[in-house]
């Protein structure tokens, strides 16, 4: 943009208004053939700290989660009590963090309603404090 287009800030937020939407109008030349489609990472690159902050953040849930469920087992300890409170505090903190059951079950290997019965049992032990499982 030209120095004097700079100035006038309303002309400036309506044109980066449109840059923004010119990846969804399908500009450029032949894009239904996938050429000269806009991108807009030379306009503002994208920041990683989202993806930071959610790789860093879902351990951290998961770990939290796993104390909670192996502590409302009626029977604590042992290999099985972790492998469950392992799973379930997967499952519900993946899910938190906005992924489909469908994605959390392929990469589980178990499933989907598997997964499902999971989220709902460890959603209900989350809810009632008193509860055993």
Known sequence: MSKPALANTEFTQLFYALVQLAPYSGTGHKTTFGLGQTCLEWVKPES??????????????????????????????????????????????????????????????????????????????LKDPDSNV
Do not use: C, H
Not at 70 to 87: D, L, S
């Open 48 to 125: 990683n700290t989202s993806a930071e902050i959610i790789s860093n953040l879902l351990p951290e849930r998961i770990e939290e989660l796993t104390a909670i469920f192996t502590a409302k087992r009626k029977r604590i300890g042992g290999e099985r009590t972790e492998k469950i409170a392992t799973t379930w505090a997967t499952i519900l903190a993946r899910r938190e963090m906005g992924e489909s059951l469908q994605v959390i079950a392929e990469d589980l290997e178990i499933l989907y309603t598997t997964a499902k019965t999971y989220v709902k049992l460890a959603r209900r032990a």
